[in-house]
């Protein structure tokens, strides 16, 4: 596990930012297919097939895929795709902590909270 110092997490937000629009738009595609890939696929168990979007969908679960592993690479953890949250493991008083930001916020992560607690439980830097 990669840890992050602040200065580090931050000097990462401006292509972080980009790369979490891009995840958002590709999970909002997919979100709105996603009843129509459900019906394709019980209809192919029959014999039928076929999906109007179909290339769409595939595409959009392809590139979701391929910037979900373009963060992890990084050692960013994505926490939830339309929110565009993520979390940076660091460093803190001698144990893991998770730096947290989420699109919309600004320019500097300004939250951290301990591993088990998740989003509510976060606090201020």
Same mark, same amino acid.
């Given at each position: 596990?990669?840890?992050? &110092?602040?200065?580090?997490?931050? *000097? /990462?937000?401006? *292509?972080?930012? +980009?790369? /979490?629009? !891009?995840?958002?738009?590709?999970?909002?595609? &997919? =979100?709105?297919?996603?009843?129509?890939?459900? =019906?394709? =696929?019980?209809?192919?168990?029959?014999?039928?097939?076929?999906? !109007?979007?179909? &290339?769409?969908?595939?595409?959009?679960?392809? *590139?979701?895929?391929? +910037? &979900?592993?373009?963060?992890?690479?990084?050692?960013?953890?994505? *926490?939830?795709?339309?929110?565009?949250?993520?979390?940076?493991?660091?460093?803190?008083?001698?144990?893991?902590? +998770?730096?947290?930001?989420?699109?919309?916020?600004?320019? !500097?992560?300004?939250?951290?909270?301990?591993?088990? =607690?998740?989003?509510?439980?976060?606090?201020?830097?």
């Amino acid at each position: 596990m990669k840890f992050f &110092t602040i200065e580090e997490a931050n *000097k /990462l937000l401006p *292509k972080v930012r +980009l790369i /979490l629009l !891009e995840i958002r738009n590709c999970h909002a595609t &997919t =979100a709105s297919l996603r009843e129509t890939a459900r =019906a394709a =696929a019980n209809s192919a168990r029959l014999g039928g097939g076929g999906m !109007e979007g179909g &290339t769409t969908y595939v595409n959009s679960l392809y *590139k979701l895929n391929e +910037l &979900t592993r373009e963060l992890d690479n990084l050692g960013i953890q994505i *926490k939830d795709y339309s929110r565009g949250l993520i979390d940076f493991p660091a460093m803190r008083g001698g144990r893991v902590i +998770l730096l947290c930001w989420q699109l919309g916020e600004g320019s !500097e992560i300004e939250w951290w909270h301990d591993i088990e =607690a998740g989003f509510t439980g976060r606090r201020r830097l």
